[in-house]
Antibody, heavy 120, light 107 residues
Framework: EVQLVQSGAEVKKPGESLKISCKASGFTFTNYWIGWVRQMPGKGLEWMGL????????RYSPSFQGQVTMSADKSIRTAYLQWNSLRASDTAMYYC?????????????WGQGTQVTVSS | DIQMTQSPSSLSASVGDRVTITCRASQDISNFLAWYQQKPGRVPKLLIY???TLQSGVPSRFSGSGSGTDFTLTISSLQPEDVATYYCQKYNSALLIFGGGTKVEIK
């Protein structure tokens, strides 16, 4: 059974750093991309980027390039999304999801989401 | 950059109605189009990929069609459990883009 288990909710202050995780099971982690999706309160889905489980190759949405860093640790089947300096506008729910295959980038199975709240 | 435009942004229909949502890409994306359902307060769920392939376990009242730039998601007989926001997404490259979403409610 494919499962993506995300780390718990976070409350941070502006300027702080943060790294959230997405632990995978039930599929060959090194053969798939993990995507990250942001959903701001009351808003739609925004694709942030993809990270490849095999080698941490990353592709970013232009909207998020330089704002976040995606990585993957294949030894523990975990993908990460990281901020160096959070802003209030980063307050959102963040989802990870695994692609259909290494070349089919639709988002097949989703994690439960990680709520990130940034407030002074 | 390719834009994905969904219409309508919201709709209200009666139980049993046929519901159609459209998604238009600003460039040809072949059939690299997926549809997702997000029920209120829930995680998004893949409904359809490759424009018309139903994901395992998805009720057969859902169907997708289209190719190139124009795509359609159809619910043949709307059920109360179909209340949700529906999103299209193009994936013809590793630059994924979601449509703005269509909120479906029961009249």
């Amino acid at each position: 059974e494919v499962q993506l288990v995300q780390s718990g909710a976070e409350v941070k202050k502006p300027g702080e750093s943060l790294k959230i995780s997405c632990k995978a099971s039930g599929f060959t982690f090194t053969n798939y991309w993990i995507g990250w999706v942001r959903q701001m309160p009351g808003k739609g889905l925004e694709w942030m980027g993809l990270v490849y489980g095999g080698d941490s190759d990353s592709r970013y949405s232009p909207s998020f390039q330089g704002q976040v860093t995606m990585s993957a640790d294949k030894s523990i089947r975990t993908a990460y999304l990281q901020w160096n300096s959070l802003r209030a506008s980063d307050t959102a729910m963040y989802y990870c999801a695994v692609t259909g295959s290494a070349w089919q980038y639709y988002l097949d199975y989703w994690g439960q989401g990680t709520q990130v709240t940034v407030s002074s | 950059d390719i834009q994905m435009t969904q219409s309508p942004s919201s709709l209200s229909a009666s139980v049993g109605d046929r519901v159609t949502i459209t998604c238009r890409a600003s460039q040809d994306i072949s059939n690299f189009l997926a549809w997702y359902q997000q029920k209120p307060g829930r995680v998004p769920k893949l409904l359809i990929y490759a424009a018309s392939t139903l994901q395992s376990g998805v009720p057969s009242r859902f169907s997708g069609s289209g190719s190139g730039t124009d795509f359609t998601l159809t619910i043949s007989s709307l059920q109360p459990e179909d209340v949700a926001t529906y999103y299209c997404q193009k994936y013809n490259s590793a630059l994924l883009i979601f449509g703005g979403g269509t909120k479906v409610e029961i009249k």
